[in-house]
């Protein structure tokens, strides 16, 4: 899957949800948990 990243800035922390594809929340710190911010998405809120 690493062409997936190529599109990705290295600069733009702010992964991407792997159930809706839109990108997520960054973790508020290093080490934290980033957060699906797509309402319609099943893991809305939830831990990627
Ligand atoms: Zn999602």
Do not use: K, R
């Amino acid at each position: 899957m690493s062409e997936l990243w190529d599109d990705i800035d290295p600069d733009d922390t702010s992964p991407i949800c792997p159930e809706c594809g839109v990108s997520a929340l960054p973790p508020e710190a290093m080490g934290e948990p980033s957060m699906c911010e797509n309402p319609n998405c099943s893991t809305f809120g939830e831990p990627i």
